[in-house]
Structures are given as structure tokens and as C-alpha cells.
């Protein structure tokens, strides 16, 4: 209904404050009733760099759908979708009962989520999708890859290393070379690089464009730039550590060599997106 949309510029209008007030309360008894389940997820944010993105995933997600707030249909609660809410709860059962904390945490999400349907309606939650979807974030993943991320970079380095003119060989995840050998240890594997990169995309991908393609497109072009920029970290790191004196060698400060990167591949993210962004998006921006 035209009608009932938010006007642009405007704040919220007063039929959101019950339903805000109400998920609200519905968030916080999530929290209360599942805190072994939150306060994992929170343990885990902060004791990895990896996922320490967590803890900036809601607030990004509430500035995203706030910043379409002139989209929105006005609230209309369903009972259907409360359906969603018990099957999300009856996954996090399952979670619980086999101890695998991914299923329970991604569950927890899923509730939050499903909860955002059942208080303000199946329309809103069709506008709304990307933001929420984007919550998923939230949830502490991709260990799994990071196996495939190792192989990947232990690979694509021996190579570059051997068409710049360094010898070297490979054995498991250890890159041999005359200056020494290099683990190709998790902490090398380039997930910090790959999370950040699709947060990053996510963002301006659902701010600067509206084709779900394009979309898609910008994330997985900039998920394939972050295991570039990671193998090119790894890459200079063994590289310089054989022609260069101690004292300036980047292997001995990954953490400052990583942060220059990561501010380097968002700045690029940027620019790019910026390039491709609609016409209109640029427009409203």
C-alpha cells in the first residue's frame, strides 16, 4: 500500500512503535532463553580475528534496512510465519542435541529472522530480505574452507615464486625455498580477507544496486579478489624475505603488512562499486 510506505527523509511513523517495541522484546527473550548459544558466538567474535566482524553485523544491518525505510510496507503481523519461528527453534533443538554448535548458532539466527517475519509481516520481510539474510554474517563460519584456502594459496605462491625466478617446491601446506621454509599455516589461509571482502560487497552491493545478478556478481567478484590479495600477501612476504635486509623484511609484521592490505582491497571494493553503482543509486546517495 503506497500509503502506507514511509515517506522519504521521514522518521518512523507511530504504527512501527509497537512492532519495534515488539521485537524488541522478542530479541531480548531469544537472548535470554538461548544464551549459551549467544554468548558462544559472542566468546568466539572476540577471540577471533576472523570473526570479530560480529559484533558490528546487527548495526550494520538495522542502517541498511533504516536506510531503505521509505520501501517499507507498513507492519502487519503474521501468525503464519510464526511457523518459521518453531522450525527455526526445533533446529536449534537439534543443534543442541548433537553438539554442533554451527547447526545451534546458525538456528539462533534463523529465529531472529524468522521473528522479524512473524511481527512485521511476510512484505516487509520481502523488502527486507538482503539485510536480514546479511545477519547470517553474525554466525562464526568458515572453517571448513579454510583447508581449500591453504591448498589454494600454497599452490598459486610456489608458482609465482618459481616464475620469479625463486626456486622453490611444495610439500603439504610448506613452501621450500634457498631462503628458507614457510608454513602456509590457517592463520595464512586468507579467511579474515575472504569475510571481510563479501561484508564489504554485501554492503554496497544491496546500497548501489538493484539487480540481484549484479549483485550476486560484485560479491563473487570480490570474494575471487580476496584470495587474490591474500596469495599476493604471502606471496611478497617470501618473496622480500630473501632480498631484502632483516630489518625491513614484511614477515617479521604480518598484522601491519595485512591491515594495509585489507585497507587497500576495501578502498578498491569502493571505487568499483562506486563505478558500477545504478544510476538512481547514485542519485538517492
Known amino acids: 500500500m503506497a500509503d502506507a510506505k514511509i515517506n522519504q527523509g521521514a522518521g518512523l511513523p507511530r504504527q512501527w512503535a509497537l512492532p519495534i517495541a515488539a521485537y524488541g522484546a522478542f530479541t531480548l527473550a531469544c537472548i535470554t532463553l538461548l544464551h549459551p548459544t549467544a554468548l558462544e558466538m559472542i566468546k568466539l567474535w572476540a577471540g577471533s580475528s576472523s570473526w570479530r566482524h560480529g559484533f558490528f553485523i546487527a548495526p550494520i544491518a538495522l542502517w541498511m534496512i533504516y536506510e531503505r525505510r521509505q520501501d517499507a510496507p507498513g507492519p502487519a503481523a503474521s501468525i503464519a510465519a510464526t511457523g518459521f519461528v518453531f522450525a527455526a527453534a526445533l533446529l536449534w533443538l537439534a543443534g543442541r542435541a548433537t553438539g554442533i554448535a554451527l547447526i545451534e548458532q546458525f538456528a539462533f539466527v534463523s529465529i531472529l529472522i524468522a521473528g522479524a517475519a512473524a511481527i512485521f509481516g511476510p512484505?516487509?520481510?520481502?523488502?527486507?530480505?538482503?539485510?536480514?539474510?546479511?545477519?547470517?554474517?553474525?554466525?562464526?563460519?568458515?572453517?571448513?574452507?579454510?583447508?581449500?584456502?591453504?591448498?589454494?594459496?600454497?599452490?598459486?605462491?610456489?608458482?609465482?615464486?618459481?616464475?620469479?625466478?625463486?626456486?622453490?617446491?611444495?610439500?603439504?601446506?610448506?613452501?621450500?625455498?634457498?631462503?628458507?621454509?614457510?608454513?602456509?599455516?590457517?592463520?595464512?589461509?586468507?579467511l579474515n580477507f575472504l569475510l571481510v571482502a563479501l561484508i564489504t560487497?554485501?554492503?554496497?552491493?544491496?546500497?548501489?544496486?538493484?539487480?540481484?545478478?549484479?549483485r550476486i556478481a560484485f560479491i563473487a567478484a570480490a570474494a575471487a579478489a580476496a584470495i587474490a590479495a591474500n596469495i599476493l600477501r604471502v606471496f611478497l612476504v617470501i618473496l622480500l624475505a630473501g632480498v631484502t635486509p632483516e630489518e625491513w623484511r614484511i614477515a617479521s609484521d604480518h598484522f601491519a603488512f595485512g591491515l594495509a592490505l585489507y585497507a587497500a582491497m576495501i578502498a578498491i571494493l569502493l571505487a568499483f562499486g562506486l563505478h558500477l553503482a545504478d544510476p538512481s543509486k547514485k542519485q538517492e546517495g
Open 123 to 190: 512484505a516487509a520481510l520481502r523488502v527486507y530480505a538482503f539485510p536480514l539474510a546479511f545477519c547470517y554474517f553474525m554466525v562464526p563460519f568458515g572453517e571448513v574452507f579454510v583447508p581449500a584456502l591453504q591448498t589454494i594459496t600454497a599452490v598459486s605462491v610456489t608458482w609465482m615464486l618459481s616464475h620469479a625466478g625463486v626456486a622453490s617446491s611444495l610439500n603439504g601446506f610448506l613452501v621450500d625455498t634457498q631462503h628458507g621454509a614457510f608454513n602456509i599455516a590457517a592463520a595464512c589461509a586468507g
Open 201 to 214: 560487497a554485501s554492503v554496497i552491493s544491496y546500497l548501489w544496486f538493484t539487480q540481484w545478478r549484479k
